[in-house]
């Protein structure tokens, strides 16, 4: 079993920066992504970006390229989501994943584990 936290959420200002965080304790060897989901109210669960067990293999989804940067340290089995230029519509839910199969990243079903979320709110 995997246990993800995940913390850093909060309110923000159109324009400002957040950086989340997710600590995975359990069954964390062997993992292969980790990666974040988001989910705005009414809307379905979106991709955001996943890493590699190596770091070597970044993905992004199209809406958060360029603001967004997702690093992991393997050592202290955490991984993180500095998110820049925060939209309005950035404002969501934000899950940290992980799985232990290679497979497509942005898929959610290959993930096996996830976190209970932390809430991002960006308003002025």
């Known amino acids: 079993q995997v246990q993800l936290v995940e913390s850093g959420g909060g309110l923000v200002q159109p324009g400002g920066s957040l950086r989340l965080s997710c600590a995975a304790s359990?069954?964390?060897?062997?993992?292969?992504?980790m990666g974040w989901f988001r989910q705005a109210p009414g809307k379905e669960r979106e991709f955001v970006a996943s890493?590699?067990?190596?770091?070597?293999?970044?993905d992004y989804g199209d809406s958060v390229k360029g603001r967004f940067t997702i690093s992991g340290d393997n050592a202290k089995n955490t991984v993180s989501l500095q998110m820049n230029s925060l939209k309005p519509e950035d404002t969501a839910v934000y899950y940290c994943?992980?799985?232990?199969?290679?497979?497509?990243?942005?898929?959610?079903?290959?993930?096996?584990?996830w976190g209970r979320g932390t809430r991002v709110t960006v308003s002025s």
């Open positions: 359990g069954r964390t060897f062997d993992w292969y992504y």
């Open positions: 890493i590699s067990w190596n770091g070597g293999m970044t």
């Open positions: 994943v992980q799985s232990k199969r290679q497979g497509v990243p942005t898929s959610p079903s290959l993930y096996e584990s």
